[in-house]
């Protein structure tokens, strides 16, 4: 990773505005020439009013024309730069925030593969996806918008005073009354803007996880006639959302309201006093020069309730940095940098005195797991719900670490390995199969490369996945659907099995991998899964036992502890808690 990746800021203590300037700082001269190029084709909205008060006072006077018609040359090859100039703004801003946005995207996306799978089980995945697509692009846009209405407000505002300060001194003080006034504002109610921004922020994160899980639950919701009470889930969630919404549409409404009467009834004053100063002859001021005041109070008062209402604009980006802020620096990481490379793997495994406690949980999910398992072993891990099966699992994978103990692949503690660089001799065949919505090669084949076809075919073959594919329209090139909607459970199964075998691992994880099969595709799975298991060191959890009758090696769990270890025959003759789940499993 170089120094200059994103991922490399503390965002949190961080003042998200330092953050911002951070994530732009490749681009300041290219921000720079963008700024010069937007000042120069900005310049007449407040040149204007200066050549219209030398024309005014040429015409009052019956000065020469040549500077009438000076002023007025002047003033149109200012306009003929503005077509350049807009260009250059928006290709030299356009480009910088686009490659933000891009960095910002693929910054959360790297660090969503860094972070363990603890972060993920307690993360939704609504709530992710929210802050790699809704809130870079509420960044986007506040830098967008800060840009178009900002520059032009402070290109108004530095140009008007610099006028003023030159032709009409006097009025100076009455026209900076205007800014610190509208600072005043700004800052009175930027609190409660971040606050309600915040809060607007997470019930729409809810409101995305809701609207994941309706979307997923459809079928159970369809099955069992719970349309209503899904839709009535969701409203409640709306109606929360509905309801921020509204009172931070209320409180930016007030905000503007008040700022452009303040700021209104300071220039009508200010206009008042320069009528009056103009007719009285005091100060040299000129008709020409009421009329370029005039203009500019309203062009000055403008640019400040521009200014100030792009409060919320910015408030609610910088909440959003902040938001992006809590992915890009969550603690929850799996650490691998700097540990030893696993070049091959045996398979042998061992815990000592392995114990693991999840986060804020009272009591221990493993404890004291002691286990040997030789290299090609088949153990199976049974027990009842909640006795600690799936966690085994998880530290043998190594994505929980252990609380107490330790495990060792090949006689080397796991804790000083690359976890990375053992994963790529593990394979995993989950209940519920994960594919995407690719075609059937590139779904056995993912992230290996290209493959020889041959080598598919024949890891869909010993997967007995061959049979079903050949009959698909484009055969192993057939798209799947999204999660492999278009297939069969015992097909996706299949499929699973396939991306096992053609990884060729020492080390396999089958969880639950027939649970959800009828008897026929569970045949057919049972023995691709066999084919599958030869020779590997597999870990089984499975409740239907007639998957783990062939296990090497049993062991039954209880409250996260080893109750009983032997073969199936002994387990049975044994007459203990295994002999129990057999005989209900037989019931």
Known sequence: MTSSSPLDHHYRGENPLRTLLYLLREDRGRLALGTAAFAVKHSPTWLLPVVTANVIDI?????????????CGLLFALLLLNFPGHLLYVRCYSRSIRRMSTGLR???CRRLQELSIGYHSRVSAGVLQTKVVRDVETVEQMVQQSADGGLAAICSLLGGLAVIAARTPVFLPVFLIVVPAAATLVMRLRSRLRSHNEFFRQEVEVLSSRVIEMTSLIPITRAHGLEQDAIRRVDGTLHQVQGAGLRLDLLNGRFGALSWVTLNALGVGCLAVAAQVAYSGA????AGDVVMLSAFFTTLTAAVTALINLAPT???????????????????????????EVAAVTGAVRFEAVGYTYPEAADPSVADFS????PGETVALVGASGAGKSTVLNLAIGFLRPSTGRILLDG????????????R?????????ILFEGSIRENVGYGMGELPEEKVRDALRDANALEFVDRLPAGIDTV???????????????LAIARALIRDPRILILDEATSALDLRAEALVQEALARLMHGRTTFVVAHRLSTIRGADRIVTMRAGRIAEIGTHDQLLHHGGEYADIHAANIA
């Open 283 to 286: 100060f040299g001021v000129t």
């Open 106 to 108: 693929s910054a959360i």
């Open 412 to 423: 080397v503690d796991m804790e000083t390995l690359d976890l990375r660089t053992f994963r």
């Open 425 to 433: 001799s593990l394979s995993i065949v989950p209940q519920e199969p």
């Open 371 to 374: 286990l040997d398992i030789a």
């Open 314 to 340: 910015i408030s609610k980006g910088l909440e959003s940095v902040r938001s992006i802020g809590e992915v890009l620096q969550a603690p929850d990481l799996e650490s691998n940098a700097g540990k030893a």
């Open 480 to 494: 799947v659907g999204e999660r492999g909607a278009r297939l069969s459970g015992g097909q996706k199964q299949r």
């Open 59 to 71: 015409v009052v006077s019956h000065g020469p024309l040549t500077q009438l018609w000076l002023n």
